[in-house]
């Protein structure tokens, strides 16, 4: 009874962008396993690697919020992308800035990953560049994060 399979599960298709379905996968475990922090995590980056819509967002930020155990990195992550598709780029990019510089972060790496990305939407390349940079030098992330990151830092 833990989501590790599930989560190894998530991993592979993140990895192979199976975006749709990570989602059906992660939306179906968390059901289960509404308090672990890694599977809210790895949902709430398929819902921006997906594109979800910013309401759908917003709606699991709320059904995260009123839960007992979440990690607030997962909401900052949720409020920059919110910010990011309604046009407000520079609210992105301050969400996680102040968000990143607290001492406590449970997904440092995929929190630098969207603000390099929120960055390098402003123009804000040296930023971007450093965060992806700074991202990458993290060796415990998962393959699709170092895949995306990777192909983001050549394409600056």
């Known amino acids: ?24 996968v992660l939306e179906e475990a968390l059901q289960k396993f509404s308090q672990d922090h890694q599977l809210q995590q790895l949902l709430m980056m398929t819902y ?14 709320e059904l995260l919020k009123g839960g007992a155990s979440f ?9 920059a992308y ?11 990019i301050q969400i996680l800035t102040t968000h990143l510089e607290q001492n ?9 990953f969207v603000l390099g990305m929120a960055h390098k939407e402003a123009g804000n390349i040296d930023a971007a560049r450093s965060l ?17 990151i990777l192909e983001q830092l050549i394409d600056l």
């Open 71 to 79: 990690s607030p990195d997962t909401i900052a992550i949720g409020d």
């Open 1 to 24: 009874r833990n989501p590790t399979m599930v989560i190894i599960m998530a991993n592979q298709l993140l990895e192979q962008r199976e975006y749709d379905l990570a989602t059906f």
């Open 104 to 112: 406590r972060l449970d997904f440092k790496t995929e929190l630098q």
């Open 132 to 148: 992806l940079e700074a991202a990458r030098s993290d060796r415990g992330a998962e393959n699709w994060l170092n895949q995306l």
């Open 82 to 92: 919110i910010a990011f598709q309604t046009g407000d780029t520079e609210q992105s």
């Open 48 to 61: 921006t690697l997906n594109q979800q819509s910013p309401d759908r967002v917003r709606d699991y930020i």
